[in-house]
């Protein structure tokens, strides 16, 4: 199959073919007369396949909450989104925490129709697992709203605590969840969520990330970073010569406190919460700048009663390539700057982990990409959405531009 158009990379943009081997799925070749092309796109951007590097499928081992989403119905929605692979995060009713949950998990992926990276949960008895894998360590205690025996493996309710668990994860790839748990217990009665899980608690987890990372040569990364104040210190320690990068999520790009309302305040709950004007303008000019690396969306779907019950987490999948038009058009992102985020730095995290290499548009590379259109606008509405939740904090948002297809391996999706 050969795929003509306007190439994105992170480096530049030419116009040209894609070859891309069906029974592989990978890329063939790359040029400018490979042949008569199968497809065309003479007016769209064509970017090395999306990679969406957080994101909370829901389904383990126990089944029980295939009501919010499954593998199945997560690709479907990464796929409507331009998005080609994801990472899929740890903290299940039954947690992939060693090696025979990771298996047990990872057999379930097979439904998916996009390529799922699984990270593992560390807590405080786990252990690495023989393979490599990604990690995930939620700082504070995630098992929030009553018991929970399975996630409470990976609570941690001391920095003791957390710093004994990092030791034995030395040079391991770490993803931290950054919120201090003294500073949320201290906080628990403050009248808003916002209050309850403030910027300190953010700020005092990341500075003690950054120290474990440090001293443990991890290989880290800081999960929806949403304190402007806090990228200092992420450069501070690239500066000693840390391996830290860290992602930023559509809601804290797009929302913040000063639009909050009672409407609404539910439905834009999430963990950690919506910052300043300030922060979110900091993030805007961090991704676009190079100080946040990934561009992560944090997809949590939670189903429209559970929202009402003061539940965190948003969806995004659905809307991932919709808001990175408004990326572009509304903030001057370039098309460059989008393939670093969205493609190439996801995909230089991801190669530990996966048997085929994404970012890139090269022979060797996933046959998998991401078609945008600037000239058609995407109205998000909740009856075309594919997330099993149904529901998108974008309704009726118009971004500029859309997704008009999405490869994966040489399959095609048309939108």
């Given at each position: 199959?050969?795929?003509?158009?306007?190439?994105?990379?992170?480096?530049?943009?030419?116009?040209?073919?894609?070859?891309?081997?069906?029974?592989?799925?990978?890329?063939?070749?790359?040029?400018?007369?490979?042949?008569?092309?199968?497809?065309?796109?003479?007016?769209?951007?064509?970017?090395?396949?999306?990679?969406?590097?957080?994101?909370?499928?829901?389904?383990d081992a126990s089944g029980k909450k295939t009501h919010k989403e499954t593998f199945r119905t997560a690709s479907e929605a990464a796929i409507h989104g331009g998005v080609v692979l994801v990472g899929d995060m740890p903290n299940n009713d039954v947690p992939p925490v060693d090696d025979v949950s990771y298996e047990a998990k990872e057999r379930l992926t097979k439904a998916s129709l996009v390529d799922v990276m699984l990270y593992a949960g560390i807590g405080p008895d786990t252990c690495p697992l023989r393979r490599i894998v990604p990690y995930k360590a939620y700082m504070g205690a995630v098992s929030k709203g009553g018991p929970n025996p399975y996630v409470e493996r990976l609570d941690f309710?001391?920095?003791?605590?957390?710093?004994?668990?990092?030791?034995?994860?030395?040079?391991?790839?770490v993803s931290y969840h950054c919120e201090d748990s003294d500073v949320l217990r201290q906080s628990e009665d403050r009248p808003t969520h916002e209050q309850r899980r403030p910027p300190e608690a953010e700020v005092m987890a990341t500075d003690f990330a950054l120290y474990l990372i440090g001293k443990y040569r991890q290989h880290g990364k800081l999960c929806h970073f949403s304190i402007g104040t806090g990228l200092p210190k992420i450069m501070a320690a690239r500066l000693r010569g840390e391996n830290v990068t860290?992602?930023?999520?559509?809601?804290?790009?797009?929302?913040?406190?000063?639009?909050?309302?009672?409407?609404?305040?539910?439905?834009?709950?999430?963990?950690?919460?919506?910052?300043?004007?300030?922060?979110?303008?900091?993030?805007?000019?961090?991704l676009r700048g190079g100080d946040v690396d990934y561009l992560a969306t944090d997809h949590a779907p939670h189903t429209r009663d559970e929202k009402l019950k003061g539940i965190s987490g948003i969806p995004h999948l659905d809307t991932y390539g919709g808001f990175t038009t408004w990326l572009m058009k509304k903030h001057g992102y370039t098309p460059q700057d989008i393939a670093r985020v969205c493609s190439y730095n996801p995909g230089m995290f991801v190669e530990p982990f996966m048997p085929v290499r994404y970012g890139k548009i090269e022979p060797g590379y996933a046959g998998s990409l991401t078609v945008i259109d600037m000239s058609a606008p995407y109205r998000v509405d909740r009856e075309n959405l594919k997330t099993k939740c149904g529901w998108s904090p974008f309704e009726g948002v118009v971004f500029p531009g859309s997704v008009s297809c999405t490869i994966v391996r040489g399959n095609v999706y048309r939108h």
């Open positions: 199959m050969i795929v003509e158009g306007r190439l994105i990379s992170h480096e530049g943009e030419r116009f040209g073919q894609v070859e891309i081997n069906p029974e592989t799925g990978l890329i063939e070749d790359v040029g400018a007369n490979l042949g008569t092309p199968d497809i065309r796109f003479y007016d769209r951007m064509v970017f090395p396949g999306f990679v969406d590097l957080h994101i909370h499928a829901r389904e309710h001391t920095k003791k605590e957390v710093g004994d668990a990092a030791f034995r994860y030395m040079w391991e790839h860290c992602e930023a999520s559509p809601h804290h790009l797009y929302f913040d406190t000063s639009m909050l309302t009672d409407k609404n305040r539910l439905w834009l709950q999430v963990n950690s919460p919506l910052r300043s004007p300030d922060d979110r303008e900091a993030l805007i000019e961090g």
